[in-house]
């Protein structure tokens, strides 16, 4: 599984789907990635294993085929490794950001903001 840094991914976020693995409430309060879609680490194993309509009709967007690059993040990247790790134990292709969320935010990278 090879991982992929800032330059990568902010040059082409829309080629990936972007899935943060942290908790709700960590999204909610501290923004995310544009375009990225949160499906907290301990739910992981289980929501790919919905079928397509469940899993869109829980998490708001269409289940990754096998096909798809997915790339994963967290807040340091501890739980993206594992999130990778997961995605690649089920048969998909994803990449682990490293540097996640706070090397996102420290490059400068926009960030949808969470709740107030």
């Known amino acids: 599984m090879a991982d992929i840094d800032f330059s990568e991914l902010s040059g082409n976020l ?3 789907v972007v899935v943060d693995v942290r908790n709700r409430n960590e999204v909610e309060d501290s ?3 544009p375009g990225s879609h ?3 680490l ?3 194993e ?3 294993d919905l079928s397509d309509e469940d899993f869109e009709s829980k998490y708001g967007f269409s289940k990754p085929s096998t096909s798809t690059s997915i ?3 967290c807040l340091k990247g501890g739980r993206a490794r594992r999130a990778g790790d997961i995605f690649k134990s089920k048969g998909y292709q994803a990449r682990v950001y490293e540097g996640s969320f706070t ?3 420290a490059k400068g990278g ?4 969470g709740k107030p």
């Open 14 to 16: 829309s080629e990936h």
């Open 31 to 33: 923004g995310q990635i």
């Open 38 to 40: 949160c499906i907290p």
């Open 42 to 44: 301990p739910e992981l």
């Open 46 to 48: 289980t929501a790919m």
């Open 71 to 73: 790339v994963t993040h």
């Open 103 to 105: 090397d996102w935010k």
């Open 110 to 113: 926009d960030v949808v903001p």
